[in-house]
């Protein structure tokens, strides 16, 4: 069983700054590919950011030269570091990872609001 734990959101105002972490059971951040989604009122989840067990990243376009997303693997941790934030990033963002299926987080909001 995949348990993928997010923390980090909370209210900032447009412009700041935010770093997001998803801490998962087991030595899975190493080994496989992770991925932060975010889902905003009345809205499909959609992808924001990944990053390949070599190390590759990519990012939504919406979000690319903002937000950086890194990991640790001997925390197993991955991060999302979203730096001039606007109102349209404002969501509940999940971690996931695809093990033989999807697992999701519960996800931690970020509010973006002066």
């Known amino acids: 069983q995949v348990h993928l734990v997010e923390s980090g959101g909370g209210l900032v105002q447009p412009g700041g700054s935010l770093r997001l972490s998803c801490v998962a059971s087991?030595?899975?951040?190493?080994?496989?590919?992770m991925n932060w989604y975010r889902q905003a009122p009345g809205k499909q989840r959609l992808f924001v950011a990944t990053i390949t067990s070599r190390g590759t990243t990519n990012y939504a376009d919406s979000v690319q030269g903002r937000f950086t997303i890194s990991r640790d693997n001997p925390k197993n941790a991955v991060y999302l570091q979203m730096n001039s934030l606007k109102t349209e990033d404002a969501a509940v963002y999940y971690c996931?990872?695809?093990?033989?299926?999807?697992?999701w987080g519960k996800g931690t909001q970020v509010t973006v609001s002066s």
């Open positions: 087991g030595s899975i951040v190493s080994g496989y590919t």
């Open positions: 996931n990872v695809f093990i033989l299926g999807n697992y």
